[in-house]
Each structure stands twice: as structure tokens, then as C-alpha cells.
T-cell receptor, first 114, second 113 residues
Framework: DAGVTQSPTHLIKTRGQHVTLRCSPI?????VSWYQQVLGQGPQFIFQ???????GRGNFPDRFSARQFPNYSSELNVNALLLGDSALYLC?????????????FGPGTRLTVL | QKEVEQDPGPLSVPEGAIVSLNCTYS??????FMWYRQYSRKGPELLMY????GNKEDGRFTAQVDKSSKYISLFIRDSQPSDSATYLC?????????????FGQGTELSVKP
């Protein structure tokens, strides 16, 4: 089975631009979470979506938004990019069907803002 | 104060050594505790998870949680060069309902042949 997939792998943008990152969860998983990992730090929670509804939001500005589609894939959008948005953006999917469910992470999208 | 504190290292050990990785946390509401391994330029991979206090063993890995002191540990026995990675501890208040994970900073481990 394919794991969590993310696209693109790498992205270079300039300040002020907008970016869209994409994630496809593991087949059968209905929950997708997004995390930002700055170099040398642990991942920080941005959003969680379950059944196309936002279930949680971290401490990020309104420039960050996300949505989940009927096939449970998800997009993370960031507007008005700042240099500090440069990071690895991770997507995690979760089945939410039992106590053994866990969050499985994708390889991430590395965003560089110049 | 961060909710989860983890020494970033780097930690360098010889092959075959026992490795001890540790985190402390501040929120007594945390119920679930996880260890992830992250290789360079890859996403985190779940190694171990435990609920509440106690020990859990899986092969060369043992996870330990002491809720009374808010201290979590991961022990790696007979460490191998392939164990060289960044180890992230993570906690959450709700597990199977998609609660957000709170991560430590990560400890960079290098196992020398």
C-alpha cells in the first residue's frame, strides 16, 4: 500500500507570493494533519481535518489555510509568504478507527522563501 | 516554557552502545506518548507509543513513561549505525480522535561503527 504522499517535493518562492501544498493520505484514512518543521526544531501543528471539516488549528496566522476534499486529500495554502515560512511542511494521515491508530507522516515538502 | 523539552544533542555513541534519549513535559493532561525517528530529509516514522505510565518494549527499543515526574525515555540496545537519525518525542491529550501532537525539539543521534 502507498503511504502518505506529498507534492511537490521542493519549492522555491519569493516573499509575498502564495503557495499550495498537496497531500494524499493512506487509503482508508479520513484524517489529515499538517505540521511545519523549521530546521533544527520539532514539527509544529498547523491544522487537522477530518471528514472535510477542520477539527483543530495551531497557533499560526490567518495567512495559513487548508481544506480537505471528498477523496480525503488535502491542500495547505500559505499567502503573503515571509522568509520565516521556510520550512519542511509535513502531512500526516490517521485512520481514527481504534486505539491502535496512529499518525503516519509523509516525506514532506521543503519550502524555501527567498 | 515549552510544553515538551528535549535535549537536541548531538549525541554520538559507538556501535553496540546502549542509548538513552529523554524528554520532559509540563502538561499533566498528556496521556499518550510517542517516539518518532526522522532520517535526514525524510518524514518522521513512528517507533513506539505508550498510553499513561509504564514500559513498552519492541525489539531493541524500550519506551518508558513516568507520569509522576513527567519524564519519558527511549532506550536503544545494541545500537547500530543505521540508528543514526533524529529522535523526536511527542505527546497528545487525545489519541484516536486525532488530537494534535506536541513534539520535542528532537535529539540528533550518531552511532559510529
Amino acid at each position: 500500500d502507498a503511504g502518505v504522499t506529498q507534492s511537490p517535493t521542493h519549492l522555491i518562492k519569493t516573499r509575498g507570493q502564495h503557495v499550495t501544498l498537496r497531500c494524499s493520505p493512506i487509503s482508508g484514512h479520513k484524517s489529515v494533519s499538517w505540521y511545519q518543521q523549521v530546521l533544527g526544531q520539532g514539527p509544529q501543528f498547523i491544522f487537522q481535518y477530518y471528514e472535510k471539516e477542520e477539527r483543530g488549528r495551531g497557533n499560526f496566522p490567518d495567512r495559513f489555510s487548508a481544506r480537505q476534499f471528498p477523496n480525503y486529500s488535502s491542500e495547505l495554502n500559505v499567502n503573503a509568504l515571509l522568509l520565516g515560512d521556510s520550512a519542511l511542511y509535513l502531512c500526516a494521515s490517521q485512520g481514527l478507527r481504534g486505539s491502535t491508530d496512529t499518525q503516519y507522516f509523509g516525506p514532506g515538502t521543503r519550502l524555501t522563501v527567498l | 516554557q515549552k510544553e515538551v523539552e528535549q535535549d537536541p544533542g548531538p549525541l554520538s555513541v559507538p556501535e553496540g552502545a546502549i542509548v538513552s534519549l529523554n524528554c520532559t513535559y509540563s502538561n499533566s493532561a498528556f496521556q499518550y506518548f510517542m517516539w518518532y525517528r526522522q532520517y535526514s530529509r525524510k518524514g518522521p516514522e513512528l517507533l513506539m507509543y505508550t498510553y499513561s505510565s509504564g514500559n513498552k518494549e519492541d525489539g531493541r527499543f524500550t519506551a518508558q513513561v513516568d507520569k509522576s515526574s513527567k519524564y519519558i525515555s527511549l532506550f536503544i540496545r545494541d545500537s547500530q549505525p543505521s540508528d543514526s537519525a533524529t529522535y523526536l518525542c511527542a505527546t497528545s491529550t487525545i489519541y484516536n480522535q486525532g488530537g494534535k501532537l506536541i513534539f520535542g525539539q528532537g535529539t540528533e543521534l550518531s552511532v559510529k561503527p
